[in-house]
């Protein structure tokens, strides 16, 4: 099975910005909840985002008003705009080819740093 691939990440300075990008098989964009996740040192993996195949989102209540997710279907490519970035924004962020519930359930990429420094 062909694992995501996210880029994008880096250093920033709080209130800065990012533009996260993940590639996801083809043969599976169009149908499934896509989602972005994240992991802070020390801590567990969390829900950042999801997108459905019709564009309907949900964001965690941390990143809300701040990030956006969205899909380029015909590109096969899921993006994670993150504006307002804060300190504790800093993780690695992955992406999940298969959302259910909420839940990840399909296959994970290397992940992408992004670091905000106060």
């Known amino acids: 099975q062909v694992q995501p691939v996210e880029s994008g990440g880096g250093l920033v300075q709080a209130g800065g910005s990012l533009r996260l990008s993940c590639t996801v098989a083809?043969?599976?964009?169009?149908?499934?909840?896509l989602g972005w996740y994240r992991q802070a040192p020390g801590k567990q993996r969390e829900l950042v985002a999801t997108?459905?195949?019709?564009?309907?989102?949900r964001y965690a209540d941390s990143v809300k008003g701040r990030f956006a997710i969205s899909r380029d279907n015909g590109a096969n490519t899921l993006y994670l705009r993150m504006n307002s970035l804060k300190p504790e924004d800093t993780a690695v962020y992955y992406c999940n080819d298969r959302v259910i519930g909420g839940l990840p359930a399909g296959s994970w990429g290397q992940g992408t740093q992004v670091t905000v420094s106060a």
């Open positions: 997108v459905t195949s019709d564009g309907s989102t």
């Open positions: 083809g043969s599976i964009f169009s149908i499934n909840r």
